[in-house]
């Protein structure tokens, strides 16, 4: 029998699962624990998805939805030009280190954890490659000379604050990424010199 609102159960069931798999990780939790957050029968929780995997990968849509929303809202805000909002992120960042509940890339926890599952895999690689085009789009509007390449090196700088705050717990992380950033964007869209022509 179909809940009354499947699509506000559906969105009750995702909010539990975002919030025991970001901070327990996503093996350890039981289906019983993500239907008890819910406030929903187990049957009711299968109703919505077959599996396990099959909640793990709507989880991963979803979280990855709300990020990106999230990051629109964000600069948005900040406004100003491509560096400015480029910058921004990474103190963006800054401030989400200092968060209690911070437990890193939920898509980087997600592939780590799950490295055999290719469904899991290919939503965190999709929601990495829209971060990675959003950084080219705004390099592009700088002028930048290899969009791609910076937006790759710019990725991996995010990538790599978020581990060293993990492991290290360095307030200066982001900032230090921060400051790379920036040094790579000039030299990215510096006039070259005649020599270098």
Known sequence: MAPRDP????????????????RDGIRPVAMDAVAGMAGITKRTLYYHFDSKDDLVVAYLRHIGERLDASLARAMSRRGG??????????????????????????FVNAAAELAESA????????????????????????????????????????DGAIAIWLVQRDPRSAARAREAARVLLQSATATPSPIER
């Open 7 to 22: 699509e506000q159960t559906r969105a009750r069931i995702l909010e539990a699962a975002g919030r025991l798999f970001y």
């Open 81 to 106: 030009s491509a560096m400015t909002r480029l910058l921004g992120l990474f103190e963006d960042f800054e401030a989400r280190f200092a968060r209690e509940e911070f437990r890193g890339c939920p």
């Open 119 to 158: 469904p899991a895999r290919a939503e965190a690689a999709a929601y990495k490659e829209r971060m990675r085009a959003w950084f080219e789009g705004l390099v592009r509007e700088l002028g930048a000379r290899d969009p791609v390449e910076l937006s790759e090196q710019l990725a991996i700088l995010l």
